[in-house]
């Protein structure tokens, strides 16, 4: 692999967390992704199911993990299924751990080969009573491709009719939101790329570039940096693009006199950063452009002041929606009638700012956290305002990463990223 493992200690507390969770007499599945094709014989790049990656760090497909605190065997507690690998598969198939490379990297000791799945697990299940199985439960999650995981739940719930059946998905919600140091470094990794991406671009883009000769600068520093690229479908987005939240087409010519939305950030070893900046074409703010985004850095300067422990979700965008209808009001976009109008429901600012101001992140992009309950210390967020005008030809957002400390402010991930507006100037004039 191109990046620096975790300890395999991480792995081991991990999956102590996961199984102090369990009910007695029960065990718990996990399963890599798929490799999804393309047609023909071609594929996507592999990506690991960060919940198997989160509880093992394994990093290869057709992998299968097995908890089972209460198994009558000790060595049937902790149990990872991988594809057989021998001298002469190497050759066909291209390198696969081995069962000591497994067991050093993951903390397990017994490592099977996937074909004894069935038979063992058949064992296993008339010891438990209780089988856990890991739906999607993400409450951004629209997916429907069946995974891996869901065919093994349905082949499971067909199999094993008499089991009763338990969630791992809260669970592994809870004990992911709240990140380790070595996770934390991880994260601190991706946004440093990320950093070297940024600089490399603010030289570069002038009147005429096109958006995705941006996309290729970026791509190339973040691979170059031991990344696998980038950490979600980069947005690149000059005009009145940057109004069209989700545009990835990255296909059009920068102007002289635009603004440029750059929603842009390098993986690590799986954790991801997420960055957003907005520059000018040319290299200086126009007037309107210049009050627009220190409006915004007002507003992401105060948003992260309030993300500290006991923070709730629903407050917060609460207040953060006050700070914001304040500075619309001062930029003349929305006016005194508008806020008397408003409802609950469907408050004024939401017409210029309609999105989230942030999310937890790590292992994915949109991080797993039960946002229902107080935000905790070691929670890493993004903060990410935006005003977004149509009629005016931009929208400005920006976005840095940020972990809860136990008191104060929390500890930006991103601060030697450049986000004042005269630091991009000048840099860009450079
Ligand atoms: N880049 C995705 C997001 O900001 O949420
Ligand atoms: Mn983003
Ligand atoms: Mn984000």
């Not at 290869?60 to 002469?88: C, G, W, Y």
């Not at 470094?185 to 958006?211: H, M, S, Y």
């Not at 939240?245 to 920068?254: D, S």
């Amino acid at each position: 692999m191109r990046y620096q493992p975790l300890p395999a200690s991480e792995y081991i507390n991990n999956r102590k967390n996961f199984m102090a969770a369990m009910q007695p007499k029960s065990l718990a599945v996990f399963n890599s992704n798929d490799i999804y094709p393309v047609s023909a014989d071609s594929t996507l790049p592999f990506e690991q199911h960060r919940d198997i990656f989160y509880l093992c760090g394994v990093d290869q497909e057709e992998s299968i993990l097995v908890l089972f605190p209460d198994a009558v065997e000790a060595r049937h507690r902790e149990i990872l299924f991988l594809k057989e690998t021998n001298a002469h598969i190497a050759v066909w198939e291209g390198a696969k751990l081995t069962q000591e490379q497994a067991q050093k990297q993951t903390g397990i000791q017994t490592i099977y080969w996937l074909q004894d799945f069935e038979r063992v697990f058949f064992e296993l299940a008339a010891q438990c009573d209780t089988m856990y199985f890991n739906r999607n439960e993400h409450y951004r999650a629209a997916v429907e491709t069946q995974t891996r995981e869901d065919r093994f739940i349905a082949w499971a719930q067909k199999n094993y009719p008499a089991h009763k059946q338990a969630r791992s998905n809260p669970i592994l919600q809870r004990l992911r939101s709240v990140k380790s140091d070595f996770e934390i470094a991880q994260i601190q990794k991706a946004c440093d790329i990320t950093e070297k991406g940024f600089r490399r671009i603010l030289n570069f883009v002038k009147p005429g570039v096109w958006e995705y000769e941006i996309e290729a600068e970026f791509a190339h520093e973040f691979l170059k940096n031991r990344s696998k690229g980038f950490a979600y479908t980069p947005i690149i987005a000059s005009g009145n693009n940057s109004n069209v939240l989700h545009y990835i087409e990255n296909n059009q010519q920068c102007q002289a006199g635009d603004l440029l939305l750059l929603d842009v950030a390098a993986e690590y070893g799986n954790y991801s950063s997420d960055m957003t900046r907005t520059i000018p074409v040319s290299g200086q703010f126009s007037k309107r452009q210049r009050a627009v985004y220190d409006a915004v850095l007002r507003v992401k300067k105060e948003a992260t002041q309030l993300l500290t422990p006991g923070t709730l979700w629903k407050q917060y965008h609460e207040e953060v929606g006050k700070v914001m209808t304040a500075e619309l009001l001062q930029l003349g976009l929305l006016d005194p009638s508008d806020v008397q109008n408003q409802s609950p429901e469907k408050p004024a600012y939401k017409k210029y700012f309609m999105h989230g101001t942030s999310h937890h992140l790590g292992l994915d992009t949109h991080d797993y956290g039960l946002i229902l309950e107080p935000m905790q210390a070691g929670m890493v967020f993004t903060v990410e305002p935006g005003i977004y005008i149509p009629e005016e030809g931009f929208g400005i957002r920006l976005e840095d990463d940020v972990v809860i400390q136990p008191s104060g402010a929390p500890k930006n991930l991103m601060e030697n990223i450049p986000l004042e507006a005269e630091a991009i100037e000048s840099l860009m004039q450079a």
